[in-house]
């Protein structure tokens, strides 16, 4: 079988086991606890180790054998799954789910650079740009239905059973790059070192400080991954759970309906960008907010309460996509090429640190205020628009 297609059906079901996961286990957990605070919280932590493995997932894909990283990527996996169903009758709920998650998200992390470099040694020309896309087709897919399906199949098999069946397919996707034959896939002389990272990052930090501009753009990111983006991934599950009384298929057919949004945008950015070109992100920060307004409204009105979560649900994850692909376009603008993938990697780090805090801090407030959900998402449209003001202000003075 050809190498190319030997890791996109590796990746397919590598990555479904990943995503049913990190949708089931805290959907698992606040059905157990009934916990919004605490669901929040869960997520939040489980955030970290992805951003550990960002940092040094391009660097083990430069440094070690890739279809070997792969496989063993997989297999340990495989193992977290297995001893979580063994253990999950015994062993305390929280600290399992936490550490389970954690697991997944840094594997995540370590998984997709690795993927990536290994596209330049099977490809070339306009294959290799094919290729690039084919790799993200199936992310965002998997992205898509993992949700959906997880939560299907933990109505059906109960969490240990999903945690079993994930376990197979990262086994499976472990013996499918068992068996791959990558040309030259040898791994560099140079070796991974905290002190080699420390002087990236270092390097990075230093040219941010004199950046303004720069430093403006990773404010407003990091606003929106601090006020806007939580406010719909806590909030949702919270609402359709707890507040609606809906099944996990309903939420996984909402997530899956959101994620769709969020192809949309990508799609959209690829012409509306083009097209018509805008300078400033304030546009769609606005909308962001109005949107998370304008379903805290709209849950005021019983009839309106799912439609409105699908529908503006899917809009706002249509514009944040938006905003990605510009925050993005912008970095690669101000930033100089030869700064380029480290200043990237640092912003991009920066700004996702608040969107724990952010998970972290509207999970206690739909908590506190269970009886009023529709209050919050209003509240963080009103006080988003005001940071926006605020970083507008301190940019014009």
Same mark, same amino acid.
């Given at each position: 079988?050809?190498?190319?297609?030997?890791?996109?059906?590796?990746?397919?079901?590598?990555?479904?086991?990943?995503?049913?996961?990190? /949708?089931?286990?805290?959907?698992?957990?606040?059905?157990?606890?009934?916990?919004?605070?605490?669901?929040?919280?869960?997520?939040?932590?489980?955030?970290?180790?992805?951003?550990?493995?960002?940092?040094?997932?391009?660097?083990?894909?430069?440094?070690?054998?890739?279809?070997?990283?792969?496989?063993?990527?997989?297999?340990?996996?495989?193992?977290?799954?297995?001893?979580?169903?063994?253990?999950?009758?015994?062993?305390?709920?929280?600290?399992?789910?936490?550490?389970?998650?954690?697991?997944?998200?840094?594997?995540?992390?370590?998984?997709?650079?690795?993927?990536?470099?290994?596209?330049?040694?099977?490809?070339?020309?306009?294959?290799?740009?094919?290729?690039?896309?084919?790799?993200?087709?199936?992310?965002?897919?998997?992205?898509?239905?993992?949700?959906?399906?997880?939560?299907?199949?933990?109505?059906?098999?109960?969490?240990?059973?999903?945690?079993?069946?994930?376990?197979?397919?990262?086994?499976?996707?472990?013996?499918?790059?068992?068996?791959?034959?990558?040309?030259?896939?040898?791994?560099?002389?140079?070796?991974?070192?905290?002190?080699?990272?420390?002087?990236?990052?270092?390097?990075?930090?230093?040219?941010?400080?004199?950046?303004?501009?720069?430093?403006?753009?990773?404010?407003?990111?990091?606003?929106?991954?601090?006020?806007?983006?939580?406010?719909?991934?806590?909030?949702?599950?919270?609402?359709?759970?707890?507040?609606?009384?809906?099944?996990?298929?309903?939420?996984?057919?909402?997530?899956?309906?959101?994620?769709?949004?969020?192809?949309?945008?990508?799609?959209?950015?690829?012409?509306?960008?083009?097209?018509?070109?805008?300078?400033?992100?304030?546009?769609?920060?606005?909308?962001?907010?109005?949107?998370?307004?304008?379903?805290?409204?709209?849950?005021?009105?019983?009839?309106?309460?799912?439609?409105?979560?699908?529908?503006?649900?899917?809009?706002?994850?249509?514009?944040?996509?938006?905003?990605?692909?510009?925050? /993005?376009?912008?970095?690669?603008?101000?930033?100089?090429?030869?700064?380029?993938?480290?200043?990237?990697?640092?912003?991009?780090?920066?700004?996702?640190?608040?969107?724990?805090?952010?998970?972290?801090?509207?999970?206690?407030?739909?908590?506190?205020?269970?009886?009023?959900?529709?209050?919050?998402?209003?509240?963080?449209?009103?006080?988003?628009?005001?940071?926006?003001?605020?970083?507008?202000?301190?940019?014009?003075?």
């Amino acid at each position: 079988m050809n190498t190319f297609v030997l890791i996109v059906l590796g990746q397919i079901v590598s990555l479904f086991g990943n995503a049913a996961l990190r /949708f089931a286990l805290p959907l698992y957990l606040l059905r157990q606890t009934g916990s919004a605070a605490l669901y929040g919280g869960i997520t939040a932590l489980a955030m970290l180790p992805a951003l550990a493995g960002m940092l040094t997932g391009g660097a083990l894909a430069d440094r070690c054998r890739k279809a070997r990283l792969m496989a063993l990527l997989d297999l340990v996996t495989a193992g977290i799954a297995a001893a979580a169903a063994a253990g999950l009758p015994h062993l305390p709920l929280l600290p399992l789910v936490l550490t389970v998650l954690g697991s997944l998200y840094a594997i995540q992390g370590l998984y997709q650079p690795v993927v990536r470099a290994c596209l330049p040694l099977l490809l070339n020309g306009t294959q290799l740009l094919r290729g690039n896309a084919v790799i993200q087709l199936v992310d965002t897919v998997d992205e898509l239905l993992g949700p959906l399906l997880g939560a299907v199949l933990l109505e059906h098999l109960g969490i240990r059973g999903l945690l079993v069946l994930c376990g197979c397919c990262f086994a499976l996707s472990a013996g499918m790059e068992l068996c791959l034959r990558i040309p030259q896939d040898v791994p560099q002389d140079t070796k991974l070192s905290v002190r080699s990272l420390w002087a990236d990052l270092r390097e990075s930090a230093q040219f941010l400080t004199g950046q303004a501009a720069v430093l403006r753009l990773a404010a407003a990111m990091a606003a929106v991954n601090l006020l806007e983006v939580p406010a719909l991934t806590v909030g949702v599950p919270v609402l359709v759970v707890q507040t609606l009384q809906k099944s996990d298929a309903s939420l996984g057919l909402v997530q899956a309906v959101l994620s769709a949004g969020g192809i949309l945008g990508g799609v959209l950015a690829g012409t509306v960008f083009v097209r018509h070109p805008i300078r400033s992100g304030t546009p769609l920060l606005l909308a962001l907010s109005g949107v998370c307004a304008a379903l805290g409204l709209a849950l005021r009105v019983s009839v309106l309460q799912f439609g409105s979560i699908l529908v503006l649900g899917a809009v706002f994850m249509a514009v944040a996509a938006l905003f990605n692909v510009w925050f /993005f376009a912008q970095l690669q603008v101000l930033v100089p090429q030869a700064q380029l993938g480290k200043t990237t990697a640092c912003c991009t780090v920066l700004a996702c640190l608040t969107q724990p805090i952010g998970q972290a801090a509207y999970g206690i407030a739909f908590q506190h205020w269970a009886a009023h959900p529709a209050d919050v998402l209003l509240a963080a449209g009103v006080l988003s628009v005001l940071v926006l003001w605020l970083l507008q202000t301190r940019r014009t003075a």
